[in-house]
């Protein structure tokens, strides 16, 4: 057989075929808690490692307006195959996109309550995610039949499919949030956040094209930039979801905050290489 070793998450799991999955192996003989860890699963003649990265590819991503909007979901879905055929187990969290923003502005004349129109958003999410879901299907990959609707949903998922894609889940916060809090509950190495801007910038770029940009940024730096971890209102897009933040600063959790538009930063992300955006550490 093949080895092939890298580092997750908190727990190292080592199995053969016969054994249960190794998230139901979690404190039996077959785990050794380390601050790192090697996850080592023998498929067929193969023993994979089974890295989980989980990604948030911004709803913008899908750009109803451009004209070869149909390469970037072809080029993802390449992504996506050989980051499976490396033995990365992927979550990919999509957001809404124009439909969430025509359909929150279509409402928010005549719908007041925040969390109502947080519906409608979560809805254009998980049409977004029912798109690349089925790209991926098509491209012939094993990705997990239904569009979690929960983030615990999302981790049982994760432990029968090498990729899940999901949407939003409940109101209160954007997807960048729950791709943040599926990589904390699925111990993964980190979380990408796949937006349309190079970097983080110390402004929004679109207001202010002098902002200074960044290649590396703390954790409790990015929160800064992007405000205290509230949810403002339905719709209103931060590079980042303060939300999220909140909740990788309190985990400890790794971000890379790079141009989802360019679906090869996305795949050095995913691979561990050096790629163009803000790598943002605990
Ligand atoms: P998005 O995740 O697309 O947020 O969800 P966004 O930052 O506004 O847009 P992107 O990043 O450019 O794609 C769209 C809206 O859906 C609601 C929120 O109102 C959010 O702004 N939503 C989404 C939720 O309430 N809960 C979720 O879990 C996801």
Redesign the pocket.
Known sequence: YALRLSLVGSEMCIRDSASPPCSATKGGISTLQRHKSIRIERQGANLWTMTTVVV?L???LLRPEVDERHKWLEDMVGVVKNSVSSGIKLALVV???AP??EG?DLARPVIHD??H??????A??RL?ATIVREAIAEGGVRVSDNIPKSVDEAVDELSDFPVVVM????????????AIRLAIQSEAAKCIIA??VAKVHSEDPRGNPGAESFDRLTLDELQEIVGPPD?A??????VV?PVGVGEARENGLPLDVLDGRDPRRISSSINGEDFEGTMVTP
């Open positions: 948030a911004g709803g913008s957001g809404g996109g969430a923003r929150i925040l969390s129109l947080d519906r409608i958003g979560i254009a999410t977004n949407g939003g889940t409940v109101p209160g916060h954007t997807t960048d949030a729950v937006t349309n949810h209102d339905a719709g209103s897009s931060k979801d």
